[in-house]
């Protein structure tokens, strides 16, 4: 302890730290963890989509529409009112030949929380403009989705796939 206390003194810094090392160890600096707890599992999806057709670009802006659409809160009564409904949820399953993947694991009940879309490539580009006045299609679009489960994962839903 007066090792420590002269080390405060300007000059004398580390003189605990040389006592050790003469007698060859030093203290480890342990560092104890508590666990407390883990968080929500997230996930995330990229989808690069390239429209061959109008009807494939008017598809890809109503799929946008649909997450951005289901991902927000709506106000509850009118929208001056301070209740706000919660956004919807969403179920999703990997599936092979319409059946469940069962070597991929089973993602529970979640909530969008974040999306983000990326129009005409990496340098923007667009088709011509259609004659519906909706504007020009872009060449491609990347959709980014970032979900986050609603329930924290157990050992006991990990045996149930999860």
């Keep these: 302890m007066a090792l420590k206390s002269i080390g405060v003194v300007p000059g004398l810094q580390g003189a605990d730290v040389v006592r050790d090392l003469r007698r060859g160890f030093i203290k480890a600096p342990r560092m104890e963890l508590a666990f407390k707890g883990i968080g929500k599992r997230n996930f995330s999806y990229e989808f690069k989509m390239m429209p061959r057709s109008q009807a494939e670009a008017d598809e890809i802006k109503k799929i946008i529409y649909a997450f951005k659409f289901n991902m927000m809160p709506e106000y509850e009564g009118d929208t001056k009112g301070r209740k706000l409904r919660?956004?919807?949820?969403?179920?999703?399953?990997?599936?092979?030949?319409?059946?469940e993947n069962s070597y991929l694991n089973k993602v529970s009940t979640c909530f969008?929380?974040?999306?983000?879309?990326?129009?005409?490539?990496?340098?923007?580009?667009?088709?011509?403009?259609?004659?519906?006045d909706a504007g020009?299609?872009?060449?491609?679009?990347?959709?980014?989705?970032?979900?986050?489960?609603?329930?924290?994962?157990?050992?006991?839903?990990?045996?149930?796939?999860?």
């Design 112 to 132: 969008l929380e974040g999306m983000d879309v990326t129009y005409g490539g990496s340098r923007f580009k667009t088709f011509d403009a259609s004659s519906t």
């Design 136 to 162: 020009a299609p872009p060449v491609e679009t990347t959709l980014t989705l970032n979900f986050q489960e609603m329930e924290i994962i157990t050992r006991e839903r990990v045996r149930e796939g999860f």
């Design 86 to 99: 919660v956004p919807n949820t969403f179920d999703i399953q990997y599936m092979y030949q319409n059946a």
